[in-house]
């Protein structure tokens, strides 16, 4: 199907999936998370040039995710109660300053700002784009939602290969390539959104069925599931924050490596959590979400713990089997939410979403800030046992 086909198309059946419009919005969060994602990759380049502590580092991921989880859930909201087809590449114009903003300025509060600009571009992308593709999706709803986060994940596995190759020779500077990117990204949404414009009228009247349909809702249900969700984001996004950002520093001290080395084991973690979030979702429409999610924690729990011992070798395959367990869960929890609550698509994908960038900008400061009392060797020794708390999982209901 071409995109003119799609432009002129003003409704489509309602168990038909239209792939190209998934397959643009996995390649504009691949992006997206690309240049979200070069900001932690950054992080030994700006100790190095700014003379941070680790504290101040944790700041700077507190900042991105912080201004993420608190504008996430605003504009899911915000999207189930109006109709604004060309939120998408307006967020990411505010992407696209904070990128330059960040290549331009060498001062640090300066530096928070640009952070900032791409956290609020990265608050409206993924609410709104996940209501695009759950439009999009038909009756391949897992599907079409594991494409789309797989995109979002490829973007944040490649930042560390990007930030080896691009910054180490160029410095901070070098994100001022990343605009180009940015740049592409608008160009595909204003597509996207033409397309969601056209489509909408059709979508909204099944909306509000499926509303007639699902208007009672036990509160109590969702009171305690979310209770649970929480405590497992909570897990899952420290333990990720504690790779993606500290690790780096973690191997590069322990087995004595250089920056671009060190970027290798962070990139196989982020990889496997591409295959595990394909698989995940896909596996997940036939074995339950709960069932995922809980394989996901259990399943990490042997390689986390042996991580901190591990050979320079083994540590590279415990980190790819770790980022593939673990990140398998990430569009599991999302739709196993939408499920719970289907006619609060963009509230419940924004709540969701915001819980884990706040919880993970949470977790970067404090990590961050108990490395500079502790130590960093102890901090990720004690990291390792997170994914324990995974068996609180048990005590959700089955789900769809």
């Known amino acids: 199907m071409s995109m003119?086909?799609?432009?002129?198309?003003?409704?489509?059946?309602?168990?038909?999936?239209?792939?190209?419009?998934?397959?643009?919005?996995?390649?504009?969060?691949?992006?997206?998370?690309?240049?979200?994602?070069?900001?932690?990759?950054?992080?030994?380049?700006?100790?190095?040039?700014?003379?941070?502590?680790?504290?101040?580092?944790?700041?700077?991921?507190?900042?991105?995710?912080?201004?993420?989880?608190?504008?996430?859930?605003?504009?899911g909201w915000w999207g189930d109660t109006r109709f604004n087809p060309y939120s998408l590449p307006l967020g990411m114009l505010?992407?696209?300053?904070?990128?330059?903003?960040?290549?331009?300025?060498?001062?640090?509060?300066?530096?928070?700002?640009?952070?900032?600009?791409?956290?609020?571009?990265?608050?409206?992308?993924?609410?709104?784009?996940?209501?695009?593709?759950?439009?999009?999706?038909?009756?391949?709803r897992g599907l079409s939602q594991s494409i789309f986060q797989v995109g979002g994940n490829f973007g944040q596995a490649f930042a560390p290969i990007m930030a080896a190759l691009v910054f180490a020779p160029l410095g901070k500077s070098g994100t001022l390539w990343f605009s180009v990117a940015v740049m592409i990204a608008i160009l595909f949404l204003m597509k996207v959104s033409i397309w969601y414009k056209k489509t909408y009228s059709h979508q909204i009247l099944k909306k509000k069925q499926s509303n007639h349909q699902t208007s009672h809702i036990d509160k109590k249900k969702i009171i305690y599931v979310f209770s649970i969700l929480i405590i497992f984001i909570i897990a899952r996004t420290w333990y990720y924050s504690g790779i993606t950002s500290y690790y780096q520093f973690y191997i590069m001290e322990k087995y004595r490596l250089t920056f671009s080395d060190a970027q290798v084991y962070v990139f196989?973690?982020?990889?496997?959590?591409?295959?595990?979030?394909?698989?995940?979702?896909?596996?997940?429409?036939?074995?339950?979400?709960?069932?995922?999610?809980?394989?996901?924690?259990?399943?990490?729990?042997?390689?986390?713990?042996?991580?901190?011992?591990?050979?320079?070798?083994w540590a590279m395959l415990f980190c790819f089997m770790i980022g593939l367990i673990?990140?398998?869960?990430?569009?599991?929890?999302?739709?196993?939410?939408?499920?719970?609550?289907?006619?609060?698509?963009?509230?419940?994908?924004?709540?969701?979403?915001?819980?884990?960038?706040?919880?993970?900008?949470?977790?970067?400061?404090?990590?961050?800030?108990?490395?500079?009392?502790?130590?960093?060797?102890q901090v990720m020794y004690w990291l390792s046992f997170l994914p324990l708390v995974g068996i609180l999982l048990i005590f959700l209901p089955k789900g769809n």
């Open 4 to 75: 003119v086909q799609v432009e002129k198309q003003t409704e489509i059946p309602q168990n038909q999936t239209v792939f190209i419009i998934v397959y643009l919005m996995g390649f504009t969060h691949f992006l997206n998370d690309l240049v979200q994602a070069i900001v932690p990759a950054l992080y030994p380049i700006l100790r190095e040039s700014l003379n941070l502590s680790y504290f101040q580092i944790g700041i700077l991921g507190f900042t991105l995710s912080i201004t993420t989880a608190i504008i996430q859930p605003f504009m």
């Open 94 to 140: 505010f992407t696209l300053i904070g990128v330059l903003f960040i290549g331009i300025v060498d001062d640090y509060y300066l530096l928070l700002i640009g952070i900032m600009f791409i956290g609020i571009g990265s608050a409206v992308f993924h609410p709104e784009g996940s209501r695009v593709v759950y439009f999009a999706a038909g009756n391949k």
């Open 268 to 313: 196989l973690f982020l990889f496997g959590g591409v295959l595990g979030t394909f698989l995940g979702g896909t596996l997940s429409d036939r074995w339950g979400r709960k069932n995922i999610m809980l394989l996901s924690m259990f399943g990490t729990v042997p390689f986390s713990l042996a991580l901190p011992f591990a050979t320079p070798y």
């Open 326 to 377: 673990m990140l398998s869960s990430f569009t599991v929890m999302v739709v196993y939410a939408q499920e719970l609550i289907p006619n609060k698509i963009g509230t419940v994908t924004g709540i969701i979403l915001g819980l884990a960038f706040g919880l993970g900008a949470i977790g970067s400061g404090v990590l961050g800030l108990t490395i500079d009392i502790i130590d960093l060797d």
